[in-house]
């Protein structure tokens, strides 16, 4: 059985082998996925100025009221709350930084959401 240190070792391992491909620019900025055991964040960076530009989560004021049946639930409404953001503030195309989580589940919600919502990866 693996422990938790080795996951989170692994995970860590493979973040940085995306990183190494996946890099946000002014014009294509990256759009970053934290899944906790509980909640999901995600965060669009400019990784040449080492600036966040726009954030959301699962715990974000826009979604206090959005009834949340379940954790996949909550990423679907993070992914169209980040894409709403980003589209107001005028950004259609960003890379996606999955962070080492596999592209299933709760990160894969989040992706179609954001998506269907308008922002182009």
């Given at each position: 059985m693996v422990?938790?240190?080795?996951?989170?070792?692994?995970r860590t391992r493979r973040h940085h082998r995306i990183r190494r491909k996946i890099d946000?620019?002014?014009?294509r900025l990256?759009?970053?996925?934290?899944?906790?055991?509980?909640?999901?964040?995600?965060?669009l960076v400019d990784?040449?100025?080492?600036?966040?530009?726009?954030?959301?989560?699962?715990?974000?004021k826009e979604l206090k009221?959005?009834?949340?049946?379940?954790?996949t639930d909550a990423a679907k409404a993070v992914g169209k709350l980040i894409a709403q953001k980003a589209l107001a503030a005028g950004i259609r195309e960003v890379a996606f930084d999955?962070?080492?989580?596999?592209?299933?589940?709760?990160v894969k919600a989040l992706a179609q959401a954001a998506r269907e919502?308008?922002?182009k990866f």
């Open positions: 422990d938790s240190r080795a996951k989170k070792l692994q946000g620019t002014p014009e990256r759009l970053v996925v934290f899944r906790s055991l509980r909640k999901i964040y995600v965060q990784d040449t100025a080492a600036k966040t530009i726009l954030a959301a989560g699962s715990d974000s009221d959005a009834p949340k049946a379940t954790k999955r962070a080492g989580y596999k592209f299933h589940g709760r919502a308008g922002l």
